[in-house]
């Protein structure tokens, strides 16, 4: 797991440089997006949180992944081998739900009050779905 988190600094929060391109006018000086400052991004410190986990599913069409905080939703969905790594998130707890389509029916699970830290990945663990 150490290496998954050491993975998410490396390839996603170091290379956060590029949202730099996305200063508004009406943001003071060096603020790139609410309490996202320039000289944060560029001193390679992390400015959102990920999710991770995995899903069994092994009859799904389709998986996804959707967290909401009740002002943002993120979404997501599995790589072939069920794992998923979602970044983007702020600070704060989220209801993540996994939903499945299996046989044209959609199965779920809810996992309530996950918390997100910026520049950490939260694992949720293994969820499992199946008819």
Do not use: C, H, R
Request: glycine residues 10%.
């Amino acid at each position: 797991m150490i290496w998954k988190i050491s993975l998410y600094m490396l390839f996603v929060a170091l290379p956060a440089t590029v949202i730099t391109s996305a200063v508004t006018p009406n943001e003071p000086d060096g603020m790139i997006a609410e309490n996202v400052f320039e000289e944060d991004v560029e001193a390679g410190i992390p400015t959102d949180g990920a999710l991770m986990g995995s899903v069994i599913a092994p009859k799904a069409e389709e998986v996804s992944v959707i967290a909401t905080n009740g002002e943002a939703t993120i979404t997501g969905t599995t790589k072939e081998n069920g794992e998923f790594f979602i970044t983007g998130f702020e600070e704060g707890m989220y209801k993540v739900i996994v939903e499945a389509t299996i046989n044209g029916q959609t199965e779920s699970q809810v996992l309530q009050n996950v918390e997100i830290v910026t520049g950490e990945a939260t694992a949720i663990g293994t969820v499992t779905l199946d008819e």
